[in-house]
Protein backbone atom coordinates (compact mmCIF):
# COMPACT_ATOMS: atom_id res chain seq x y z
CA UNK A 1 0.00 0.00 0.00
CA UNK A 2 1.43 3.42 -0.63
CA UNK A 3 0.19 6.04 1.42
CA UNK A 4 -0.59 10.02 0.42
CA UNK A 5 2.75 10.34 1.78
CA UNK A 6 4.80 8.45 0.08
CA UNK A 7 3.05 9.17 -2.96
CA UNK A 8 4.06 13.01 -1.96
CA UNK A 9 7.59 12.19 -1.63
CA UNK A 10 7.54 10.15 -4.44
CA UNK A 11 6.05 13.43 -7.01
CA UNK A 12 8.56 15.72 -5.30
CA UNK A 13 11.32 13.96 -6.25
CA UNK A 14 9.95 13.91 -9.99
CA UNK A 15 9.55 17.78 -9.45
CA UNK A 16 13.36 18.57 -8.22
CA UNK A 17 14.49 16.60 -10.87
CA UNK A 18 12.07 17.90 -13.62
CA UNK A 19 13.57 21.53 -12.33
CA UNK A 20 16.81 20.42 -12.46
CA UNK A 21 16.66 19.71 -16.27
CA UNK A 22 13.98 23.07 -16.86
CA UNK A 23 10.66 20.69 -17.66
CA UNK A 24 7.59 21.37 -16.96
CA UNK A 25 5.22 19.05 -15.11
CA UNK A 26 1.30 18.36 -15.89
CA UNK A 27 -0.31 16.22 -13.42
CA UNK A 28 -2.87 13.93 -14.92
CA UNK A 29 -4.93 12.07 -12.44
CA UNK A 30 -7.61 9.71 -12.48
CA UNK A 31 -10.63 8.22 -10.63
CA UNK A 32 -11.21 4.34 -10.82
CA UNK A 33 -14.33 4.59 -12.33
CA UNK A 34 -13.03 6.97 -15.05
CA UNK A 35 -12.22 5.30 -18.48
CA UNK A 36 -8.64 4.55 -18.92
CA UNK A 37 -8.52 4.68 -22.37
CA UNK A 38 -10.39 8.50 -22.74
CA UNK A 39 -7.96 9.54 -19.67
CA UNK A 40 -4.83 8.91 -21.78
CA UNK A 41 -6.47 10.07 -24.74
CA UNK A 42 -6.48 13.48 -22.99
CA UNK A 43 -3.04 13.20 -21.94
CA UNK A 44 -1.70 12.42 -25.68
CA UNK A 45 -4.12 15.49 -26.45
CA UNK A 46 -2.28 17.59 -24.38
CA UNK A 47 1.20 17.32 -26.61
CA UNK A 48 3.24 16.56 -23.86
CA UNK A 49 6.87 15.82 -24.58
CA UNK A 50 6.77 12.53 -22.51
CA UNK A 51 4.57 10.66 -20.11
CA UNK A 52 5.77 9.02 -16.77
CA UNK A 53 2.41 6.63 -15.79
CA UNK A 54 2.35 5.53 -12.55
CA UNK A 55 -0.68 3.58 -11.80
CA UNK A 56 -0.10 0.17 -10.65
CA UNK A 57 -3.99 -1.05 -10.72
CA UNK A 58 -4.55 -1.30 -14.80
CA UNK A 59 -4.95 -5.26 -15.36
CA UNK A 60 -2.57 -6.39 -18.23
CA UNK A 61 -4.74 -6.28 -21.20
CA UNK A 62 -5.26 -2.16 -20.38
CA UNK A 63 -1.81 -2.13 -19.50
CA UNK A 64 -0.82 -2.73 -23.17
CA UNK A 65 -4.01 -0.90 -24.65
CA UNK A 66 -2.40 2.18 -22.76
CA UNK A 67 1.19 1.50 -23.72
CA UNK A 68 0.34 1.00 -27.32
CA UNK A 69 -1.94 3.94 -27.36
CA UNK A 70 0.93 6.47 -26.12
CA UNK A 71 3.57 4.77 -28.67
CA UNK A 72 1.64 5.22 -31.46
CA UNK A 73 1.58 8.97 -30.55
CA UNK A 74 5.38 8.79 -30.18
CA UNK A 75 5.55 10.06 -26.70
CA UNK A 76 7.98 8.49 -24.84
CA UNK A 77 6.79 6.81 -21.78
CA UNK A 78 8.59 5.58 -18.62
CA UNK A 79 6.21 3.60 -16.33
CA UNK A 80 7.16 4.54 -12.06
CA UNK A 81 6.73 1.68 -9.58
CA UNK A 82 4.89 -0.18 -11.98
CA UNK A 83 5.91 -3.54 -13.50
CA UNK A 84 5.16 -4.98 -17.00
CA UNK A 85 7.30 -6.90 -18.70
CA UNK A 86 5.15 -7.39 -22.06
CA UNK A 87 7.21 -5.00 -23.59
CA UNK A 88 9.90 -3.00 -23.70
CA UNK A 89 8.94 -0.34 -21.75
CA UNK A 90 11.68 1.84 -19.35
CA UNK A 91 10.71 0.86 -15.62
CA UNK A 92 11.99 2.68 -12.05
CA UNK A 93 10.99 0.30 -9.67
CA UNK A 94 13.03 -1.44 -7.78
CA UNK A 95 13.26 -5.41 -7.37
CA UNK A 96 9.85 -5.84 -4.71
CA UNK A 97 10.25 -9.55 -4.42
CA UNK A 98 14.01 -9.58 -3.64
CA UNK A 99 13.00 -6.48 -1.21
CA UNK A 100 10.41 -8.40 0.81
CA UNK A 101 12.61 -11.85 1.00
CA UNK A 102 14.95 -9.63 2.15
CA UNK A 103 13.52 -7.94 4.88
CA UNK A 104 11.72 -10.88 5.81
CA UNK A 105 15.15 -12.48 6.04
CA UNK A 106 16.61 -10.23 8.12
CA UNK A 107 13.53 -9.93 10.35
CA UNK A 108 13.87 -13.96 11.06
CA UNK A 109 17.60 -13.15 11.97
CA UNK A 110 16.45 -11.22 14.35
CA UNK A 111 14.72 -13.98 16.31
CA UNK A 112 11.02 -12.67 14.67
CA UNK A 113 9.04 -15.43 13.85
CA UNK A 114 4.97 -13.97 13.42
CA UNK A 115 5.70 -11.98 11.13
CA UNK A 116 2.69 -11.18 9.16
CA UNK A 117 2.55 -9.33 5.86
CA UNK A 118 -0.46 -6.86 4.91
CA UNK A 119 -1.70 -6.57 1.74
CA UNK A 120 -4.72 -4.86 0.25
CA UNK A 121 -7.45 -6.22 -1.54
CA UNK A 122 -6.61 -3.90 -4.57
CA UNK A 123 -4.98 -5.23 -7.31
CA UNK A 124 -1.77 -3.52 -7.50
CA UNK A 125 0.83 -5.23 -10.31
CA UNK A 126 3.73 -5.16 -7.76
CA UNK A 127 1.92 -7.01 -5.08
CA UNK A 128 2.17 -10.38 -6.21
CA UNK A 129 5.85 -9.45 -6.48
CA UNK A 130 5.93 -8.71 -2.62
CA UNK A 131 3.89 -11.52 -1.77
CA UNK A 132 6.37 -13.69 -3.20
CA UNK A 133 9.28 -12.48 -1.79
CA UNK A 134 7.66 -12.41 1.65
CA UNK A 135 6.61 -15.95 1.34
CA UNK A 136 9.52 -17.66 -0.03
CA UNK A 137 11.40 -15.92 2.88
CA UNK A 138 8.82 -17.84 5.27
CA UNK A 139 8.58 -21.22 3.83
CA UNK A 140 12.29 -21.35 3.60
CA UNK A 141 12.73 -20.75 7.38
CA UNK A 142 9.73 -23.43 7.52
CA UNK A 143 6.69 -21.17 8.51
CA UNK A 144 3.50 -20.40 7.53
CA UNK A 145 3.01 -17.14 5.63
CA UNK A 146 0.67 -14.71 7.79
CA UNK A 147 -0.53 -12.79 5.14
CA UNK A 148 -3.81 -10.20 6.46
CA UNK A 149 -5.71 -9.09 3.81
CA UNK A 150 -7.27 -5.34 4.06
CA UNK A 151 -9.74 -3.27 2.27
CA UNK A 152 -6.97 -0.21 1.64
CA UNK A 153 -9.80 1.86 3.31
CA UNK A 154 -8.07 3.15 6.33
CA UNK A 155 -11.82 3.72 8.38
CA UNK A 156 -12.68 0.20 7.42
CA UNK A 157 -8.92 -1.11 8.17
CA UNK A 158 -8.72 0.74 11.62
CA UNK A 159 -11.34 -1.63 12.97
CA UNK A 160 -10.08 -4.65 11.39
CA UNK A 161 -6.54 -4.14 12.44
CA UNK A 162 -7.70 -3.17 15.78
CA UNK A 163 -10.02 -5.94 16.55
CA UNK A 164 -7.37 -8.66 15.20
CA UNK A 165 -4.19 -7.32 17.34
CA UNK A 166 -6.85 -7.29 20.37
CA UNK A 167 -7.46 -10.49 19.59
CA UNK A 168 -4.65 -12.39 21.13
CA UNK A 169 -2.78 -13.14 17.76
CA UNK A 170 1.05 -12.61 18.34
CA UNK A 171 3.03 -10.14 16.13
CA UNK A 172 6.21 -9.33 16.49
CA UNK A 173 6.53 -8.13 12.99
Known amino acids: VVSRAATAALLGGITDIAKKYDYAIKLFTMDPEDDIKEAMRKCVAEQVDGILLLNDELELDDMGMVIDLIQ ?3 IPLVL ?5 NEKDVPTVAIDYTKATYDITKKLLA ?3 QHIYFAQTVHKYSINQFKAEGYTKAMEEAGLEPLILKSSG ?3 VNSVQFREFLEGGNKVEA
Do not use: F, L, P
Not at 80 to 84: A, E, K, P, R
Open 72 to 74: DAQ
Open 110 to 112: EGK
Open 80 to 84: CNTIY
Open 153 to 155: DVS
